[in-house]
């Protein structure tokens, strides 16, 4: 079976730090690949998605970053956070090769900027 | 883009009661819609969706409609009870992205 691992669980980091929160997925090959920022009261807003290795497209302008370097593992970067970088974030994945598919969210991480 | 509106934010429920959450979707080429249910502190988890070529789909106490025509889609619990309560999102799907997601519901169920 598939299983999707996201660290770290929490973090808390001051202005003006680097981020890098991490995701793999276990059990499948050439998954899509997804980042969502939860914050109070905003939903589920989608970051970046990736159908392939070095393959990234971006949904929202920001200082955030992200990276594919291996087929199931997808990166989320920051150069320099700001307050409102903080929030809850989903890694995902979705079986790949197929449109309008179940995404499947890893545990999350809590990142509040100080 | 794909823009997804969800109401009402939040709901209040007895036990015992249904419960329905409405949707919109923008862009007429999105096909998958699923509902995902989201416990205090644990990532969302898929609890039912429907595609494009059905108009409605039930497990249990929990049904979808879509009415694809005006571009809106419902989740229906019946005889809610009290570990119902959570956060309920819908999503659509844009073609050739991603899952977009409404902001939420919040559902209480009091016993």
């Known amino acids: 079976s598939q299983t999707i691992h996201q660290w770290p669980a929490t973090l808390v980091q001051p202005v003006g730090s680097p981020l890098s929160l991490e995701c793999t997925v276990e059990g499948t090959s050439n998954p899509n690949l997804y980042w969502y920022r939860q914050a109070a009261g905003r939903g589920l807003q989608l970051l970046f998605y990736s159908v392939g290795i070095g393959q990234i497209s971006s949904e929202v302008p920001q200082n955030l970053s992200a990276s594919r370097p291996q087929d199931r593992q997808f990166i989320l970067s920051s150069k320099k956070l700001l307050l409102s970088d903080s929030g809850f974030y989903l890694c995902?994945?979705?079986?790949?090769?197929?449109?309008?598919?179940?995404?499947?969210f890893g545990e999350g991480s809590w990142l509040t900027v100080v | 883009g794909e823009n997804v509106e969800q109401h009402p934010s939040t709901l209040s429920v007895q036990e015992g009661d249904s419960a329905v959450i409405k949707c919109t979707y923008s862009d007429s080429a999105s096909n998958y819609f699923p509902w995902y249910k989201q416990e205090l502190g644990k990532r969302p988890q898929l609890i039912i969706d429907i595609r494009s070529n059905v108009g409605e789909k039930k497990d249990q106490r929990i049904a979808v409609t879509l009415n694809k025509t005006a571009k809106h889609f419902s989740l229906h619990i019946t005889e809610t009870q009290p570990e119902d309560s959570a956060v309920y999102f819908c999503?659509?799907?844009?073609?050739?992205?991603?899952?977009?997601f409404g902001k939420g519901t919040t559902l209480s169920v009091s016993s």
């Open positions: 995902a994945w979705s079986p790949g090769g197929a449109v309008g598919n179940t995404i499947y």
């Open positions: 999503a659509a799907y844009q073609a050739g992205t991603a899952l977009i």
